[in-house]
């Protein structure tokens, strides 16, 4: 996927959500476009009236900062930068805060298109991402709270006909790659970096997204090895948008999330899964085999003759003892309950076979 593709992707989505904002800057500031949701209105859009510049959509102390980001991105030859600002809300005057990466769209670095955010906003409602899925659905809601989170790692597209793959740039400098290797004239294949022990897998479960005519949604954990041997933990979605008058497939468009995190999670969920088990077995087999034994030498010591204070002692332990029995059985019930949720949601999270 070149350069100029994934800005008009970018462009798109920012164009269809209620949720992202998108804006057209040239080098002195001037608005050359934007959505509704920027700017003064109603007179906005009407080319006839005063130019709008960057203070009428911004906080104007806050153009230091975008023309800071700017020019250190230009003199090191990045493609984007990425910068908060206060967001102007019209006519009320109030400030919102807001993320943004800006795409440098011109040769001489000047003109970027800006893709923002508010950041005040926990998460969106209606984000509509368009016919990539369905946002009602259990995987639209994974892909929208992942890219909210930062955890976006890219798109990718694969032509069958044509058997070519074209990446995001994200996706592509994620796996290692460079500016240039990413502008060459050979494609990037990602389904090389899968790893060796999960490619068979992710096919087997892509043929079933294509044998199903597409409504078995194509989801998919698997490991990613980057150029410097480094791995990840991804989630792949895909979905089958072009087919053939024959009902086969012809062109699948995807998403790659990174999971690394919750990968993290579960790792530590299954370690402590495992000492709830032993602390369980520790304390069913040992402990309260010991307090049995205590138990039952207070029994033979109870037909010992004794004076009256040594039975009121010796009912006093047991009476404890007792008390400590039932406390133990208590918290071995606890523990198994608490590792069958464990287990639960190990085995709901899904494995990658």
């Known amino acids: ?32 476009s934007s959505d509704s949701g920027l700017g003064p209105l109603p007179t906005f859009f009407d080319r006839k009236e005063k130019p709008i510049f960057f203070a009428d959509c911004f906080a104007a102390d806050n153009w230091g900062k975008y023309e800071s980001q700017r ?16 967001k102007i809300v019209h006519p009320q005057g109030e400030l919102v805060d807001t993320k943004w990466e800006f795409f440098f769209i011109t040769e001489d670095f000047g003109t970027c298109l800006g893709i923002g955010h508010p950041v005040t906003q926990s998460s ?12 009602t659905s259990r995987e639209g809601k994974e892909i929208i709270d992942s890219i909210l989170e ?33 502008a060459g004239a050979t494609p990037i294949s990602w ?3 899968i ?10 479960d892509l043929r079933s997204h294509f044998k199903a005519t ?50 993290k999670q579960e790792t530590w969920l299954k370690e402590h899964h495992y000492f709830l088990k032993e602390l369980a077995f520790e304390q069913s087999h040992t402990l309260r085999a010991r307090v049995a034994n205590i138990l039952g030498i207070l029994e033979i010591m109870d037909n010992e003759p004794q004076n009256d204070e040594s039975k009121r002692l010796l009912r006093l ?18 523990s198994v309950q608490k590792n069958k949720s464990i287990e639960n949601n190990l085995i709901s999270g899904g494995e990658t076979e």
Not at 5 to 27: C, G, N, R
Not at 71 to 86: G, P, R
Not at 150 to 166: A, H, Q, R, S, V
Not at 195 to 204: G, K, M, N, S
Request: glycine share 8%.
């Open 71 to 86: 020019l250190k991105a230009w003199k090191n030859s990045h493609q984007s930068f990425t910068v908060n600002l206060q």
């Open 317 to 334: 332990i047991k009476n404890e003892t007792m008390l400590l029995d039932q406390s133990l059985r208590k918290s071995i019930k606890e």
């Open 191 to 193: 389904q090389k970096h």
């Open 214 to 263: 597409g409504n078995l949604p194509f989801k998919k954990e698997f490991r990613i090895n980057q150029k410097n041997n480094q791995t990840i933990w991804a989630l792949g979605f895909g979905k089958t948008i072009e087919w053939a008058a024959t009902g086969h497939p012809t062109k699948v468009l995807g998403c790659i999330l990174d999971i690394s995190d919750r990968k």
């Open 1 to 32: 996927m070149n350069y100029f593709d994934a800005i008009q992707s970018l462009s798109h989505l920012a164009v269809i959500s209620e949720y992202f904002l998108q804006i057209t800057l040239d080098k002195s500031g001037r608005v050359i």
């Open 195 to 204: 790893h060796a022990d999960d490619f068979p897998y992710l096919i087997r």
């Open 124 to 135: 969106p409602y209606n984000l509509g991402l368009g016919d990539f899925f369905d946002s």
């Open 150 to 182: 930062n955890k976006l790692l890219g798109f990718w597209e694969f032509d069958l006909t044509k058997k070519g793959d074209k990446i995001s740039q994200g996706l592509g400098q994620m796996l290692g790659y460079t500016q240039d290797e990413l």
